[in-house]
């Protein structure tokens, strides 16, 4: 059973995605926050990085949030989100981890093997988070070594973690702006 602080983050997470504000999530709300990201990213439809971005959005409806759709209606509320969640089995855990891959490398636009500051507001900003102190408190927090970008280790522990950790003071409940 998920805790009521993990239910509280993950009902967190799963509004921000919900684009169309309508209480669900459907993949053209994944699909429009990719679009936001490579748009923000300055990129064009034909770009080779869009696609993958986009790509990428859509794999995670399928490898994910498909699975939660318990009534087969292309809509997944809070309710079917949180238990697929709370039912989660290790091959969901490794397909959710592979996602998760993917995840950074399209947020890492331009290739450099880590998110910079500018990459992680387009992702924020995508989730509709348009404080621009909150953005960059946030990405102070999640760069744990302070180097001044988010290295794909890094990124792995902060999204993993927030659906994960019990704790209010871990720093992964930035993960996805103002919490």
């Known amino acids: 059973m998920l805790s009521p602080f993990i239910q509280r983050k993950l009902a967190l997470a799963f509004y921000k995605y919900d684009q169309s504000k309508n209480g669900l999530l459907e993949k053209e709300d994944l699909l429009l926050v990719g679009q936001k990201i490579a748009d923000s990213c300055g990129l064009k439809e034909g770009d080779q990085k869009y696609q993958q971005i986009m790509e990428t959005y859509a794999k995670a409806w399928d490898n994910y949030l498909a699975t939660a759709d318990q009534d ?3 809509k997944v509320s809070l309710v079917e989100f949180l238990e697929a969640r709370n039912k989660m089995d290790s091959s969901q855990i490794a397909k959710t ?9 399209c ?8 998110i910079s500051f ?17 953005i960059k408190h946030a990405f102070e927090i999640l760069d744990i070594n302070k180097d001044g970008s988010i290295s794909r280790d890094e ?4 999204r993993s973690d927030y659906g994960s950790s019990e704790d209010p003071e871990d720093p992964s409940r930035f993960f996805l702006g103002t919490f």
């Open 155 to 158: 990124y792995a522990k902060m």
């Open 97 to 105: 981890k592979e996602v998760n891959k993917l995840m950074f490398d």
């Open 72 to 74: 087969g209606d292309g």
């Open 118 to 134: 500018k990459e992680y507001e387009a992702f924020l900003k995508a989730l509709g988070e348009t404080n621009e102190d909150n």
């Open 107 to 114: 947020l890492d636009v331009d290739g450099d093997g880590t």
